[in-house]
């Protein structure tokens, strides 16, 4: 479901500034996502949840592949 909601024009640029090629409503939603796990989690630090969240990435986007065991399993 789509809301229309006011934001402040610094934070907007903000949001610019740090898009790292995504538009600004998906930049928002990013850090939305990154502060709730971080709330969720608050004993992992922003580079493992960051990592975390580039990672559910690649898989949903299928550039993974599965880990095949080398040694025998005891």
Known sequence: MATNVRLDDSF???A???AE???VPKQI???SKIGR???DNP???YEFVRESSLATGE???GLTKRSVRRT???
């Open 37 to 39: 796990s971080m709330m």
């Open 12 to 14: 907007v640029i903000d």
């Open 29 to 31: 939603e990013y850090w």
């Open 59 to 61: 898989v949903k986007q």
């Open 16 to 18: 610019r500034v740090h």
């Open 43 to 45: 004993d992992l630090s």
């Open 72 to 74: 025998k399993q005891d």
């Open 21 to 23: 090629g995504r538009s």
